[in-house]
Structures are given as structure tokens and as C-alpha cells.
């Protein structure tokens, strides 16, 4: 059990800094712009999905207190 409290904990403060470091979470996509015959035409489009500071300070918080409490078990 200790160890998953500290597994979790880790996971989550990466998670809290990757969040507040980068804002979001942004993947590209493939699109097709034209399609005359067998000539293809596709773009790629940025897209990106926000992801709220206080999740990432939440996420950040609740990773120490459950590495604080893996601790002390």
C-alpha cells in the first residue's frame, strides 16, 4: 500500500508540472484539403485541449500530501 501512495504521489506531481509548465495539451491531426482524382492535398492542424493552472497546483498538492503520507506509513 505504501508504495502505491508513492507511485500515485509521483505521478501526480508530474503531472501538476507538466500542466503548469505547458498550459495544455496539444496534438497535431491530418486533414485532407483537396481530393481531385488520385492527387490528395492534407494539412496539419494544431489543435489544443487547456488544461486549467489550478489543476495543475491541485494535482501538484494532492502528489506531495500522498507522498507524505506513503512516508509515514
Do not use: D, Q
Amino acid at each position: 500500500m505504501r508504495r502505491a501512495y508513492l507511485f500515485i504521489g509521483i505521478a501526480l506531481i508530474v503531472f501538476g508540472i507538466i500542466s503548469l509548465v505547458y498550459e495544455g495539451i496539444t496534438y497535431t491531426t491530418k486533414e485532407k484539403v483537396l481530393e481531385v482524382g488520385p492527387v490528395e492535398a492534407t494539412a496539419e492542424k494544431t489543435r489544443k485541449i487547456p488544461v486549467p493552472p489550478i489543476v495543475g497546483g491541485i494535482s501538484l498538492a494532492g502528489g506531495i500530501a500522498l507522498i507524505i503520507i506513503g512516508s509515514r506509513r
